[in-house]
């Protein structure tokens, strides 16, 4: 990769930029104690700290002025998080102690990190294999608690051993095809192709694949719209969702006139609320545009919650895939218990309705599978499909007696992809696309 030279000593801030407590800067690379214990106060404490140990002092500029106090916390070769020698320094958070740390780092010969650059280094020094290194870019940026899970199995290499293990099976496959090839000739037996040990090969790649569709809701969730006429709830249910005021609730028709949105949790989902104007017919021009947008959010939603008023049952639309009717003000009206009855305003039945969403969305997610092992990203998602349809391609070629040598060179082709899924089969330009979209940092 063309953009990371693995010589350097590279620096970059791990913390955000701003006022904090403390601030992490971290440095990577052989020979950056060295470098660095000149502007330390206990150079040979530093210099030869153990592995995994933390050196307390002062750090100070070429003139000896002194920048902060910090600690140093010291991997040796081989160790730590991108296996190089490497130090965290942990200083105080404030702006001017991190911009002097930082520009004394640079005139010391070391370079400011690319996005991703040590967790590459990781990757390089055989840390961590690629999907691993993924985790790390998605356990950093979820937003869900299931999707951080997720991530966390995957960066401590659930899905890595999972796919060794497929590689393995597959090696094996092809090892027997190979040797049929090499030898035939002076074989008696007739040779009978590993069709089971193929078809069940495919159908753990399948269970993968299957897997996207899980990781997908964890980590880009849902968006669900509260729909239905004027003054049924929906701003009072939407307020009791997010337990707080956001929505403006009244007694007078019409009072929500665009939409608001806000963002919640239900079952370890993500989701994207929407609280919309009511549906139903105006004169007001603004009242009217607001209405044309949440019939636009209807359309695009994953889900929509329609409120009915118990107290008022008119235009009661289809449950459907996409629908819950919900008959709020329960506490004024009773429906029939095959309803979903709610009170936005006691909060009874709320909890009903949320399990009732989270069942909704879950609905169409593949049954069976591991519940841990789930991939999220779309490069993975990639690969493992086209190894499935190479292996498809092969399963019906041996089905159909077809050369043997082009059933190794589809098998081989899969081999391929599931090399590319871990990193042992890699181009530059792929990596970068995937470490370039790293913060800083990491
Ligand atoms: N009794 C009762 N009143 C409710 C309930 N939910 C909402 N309301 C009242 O119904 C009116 C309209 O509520 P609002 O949330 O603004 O409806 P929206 O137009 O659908 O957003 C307000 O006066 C609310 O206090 C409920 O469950 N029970
Ligand atoms: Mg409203």
Redesign the pocket.
């Known amino acids: 990769m063309s953009r990371y030279d693995t010589q350097d000593i590279i620096y970059a801030l791990a913390t955000p930029w701003g006022v904090s407590g403390l601030a992490v800067i971290r440095i990577s690379g052989a020979g950056c104690r060295q470098a660095l214990a000149p502007f330390f106060s206990r150079p040979e404490a530093l210099l030869e700290a153990p592995n995994a140990t933390m050196v307390h002092g002062y750090l100070h500029d070429e003139g000896q002025q002194r920048i902060d106090e910090v600690v140093l916390a010291i991997n040796t070769e081989g160790h730590g998080y991108t296996a190089e020698e490497a130090i965290e320094v942990t200083s105080h958070g404030s702006v001017a102690v991190i911009q002097a740390i930082l520009a004394l780092l640079g005139r010391i010969g070391m370079r400011s990190a690319e996005g991703g650059e040590f967790t590459f280094r990781a990757f390089i020094h055989g840390r961590m294999d690629l999907t691993q290194a993924e985790a790390v870019e998605e356990l950093v940026s979820s937003v869900s608690q299931r999707s951080r899970s997720l991530s966390l199995s995957r960066l401590e290499g659930r899905l890595r051993a999972r796919l060794d293990e497929l590689k393995d099976r597959l090696l094996t496959l092809l090892a027997a095809v190979e040797v049929q090839l090499d030898y035939s000739e002076d074989e008696v037996d007739e040779f009978v192709f590993p069709a089971a040990s193929l078809s069940s090969l495919i159908a753990s790649i399948q269970t993968l694949v299957d897997s996207y569709q899980v990781g997908r809701l964890y980590k880009q969730g849902a968006r669900v719209v ?1 729909a ?12 009791l969702l997010l337990k707080e005021e956001r ?5 007078y ?4 006139r665009d939409y608001i949105e806000a963002d919640l949790e239900v079952g370890g989902i993500p989701i994207r609320l929407y ?1 919309t104007a ?1 549906l139903r017919e105006s004169d007001d021009l603004v009242e009217r545009e607001g209405i044309v947008r949440t019939e636009r959010l209807i359309g695009e939603a994953d889900l929509v919650i329609h ?1 009915v ?1 118990s107290t008022d049952l008119q235009d009661i639309p289809a449950e459907d895939e996409r629908t819950i009717v919900v008959y ?5 009206a009773p429906v029939g218990a095959d309803k979903l009855a ?5 909060g009874e039945g709320v909890s009903r309705l949320l399990s009732a969403v989270e069942e909704r969305l879950k609905r169409s997610l593949p049954a069976g599978g591991d519940e841990e092992l789930v991939i999220e990203g779309e490069r993975q998602w990639r690969l493992l499909e086209g190894a499935k349809n190479a292996l498809l391609r092969a399963e019906e070629l041996a089905r159909d007696d077809g050369v043997l040598d082009v059933v190794a060179v589809e098998l081989t082709e899969a081999l391929g992809y599931l090399g590319e899924l871990t990193g042992e089969v890699r181009s530059d330009d792929v990596l970068e696309r995937i470490f370039s979209g790293f913060c800083v940092g990491k």
């Open positions: 509260l239905g006429q004027t003054n049924v709830g929906k701003s009072s249910l939407f307020n929505s403006i609730v009244s007694p028709r019409g009072t929500t609280d009511g409120l008023d709020n003000k329960s506490d004024l709610i009170s936005a305003q006691s």
